[in-house]
């Protein structure tokens, strides 16, 4: 699965760099350079974990209360399309 990811990346950011030239990229890692790649990934998300983390927790609570605000409006929303549907009583007259 890792390993899967790493090339993956690697594969797009190829694609990315050569996307003006129509050139075809044939990538071609050996088992050694996809281990490298790997450990390299590995080592640097965990010298992120921290920062990142951080960073979640900071935007934690702007994150709930937007999720909250998009409930209470659809909510809202909801309530108003029930109050202004036709009632029975409607057509009755």
Known sequence: MKHALVLLLIVLLAAACNSKRKTDVT??????????????????????RPEIDSLCELRKPAMIQEALDSILEERARAEERL????????YEN
Do not use: K
Not at 27 to 48: C, G, K, S, W
Not at 83 to 90: A, G, K, L
């Open 27 to 48: 990538l071609r890692l050996t088992h050694h350079e996809r281990a490298r790649i790997d450990t390299l990934y590995n080592e640097r998300v965990q010298d992120l």
């Open 83 to 90: 109050r202004n549907r036709p009632s029975h009583t409607d």
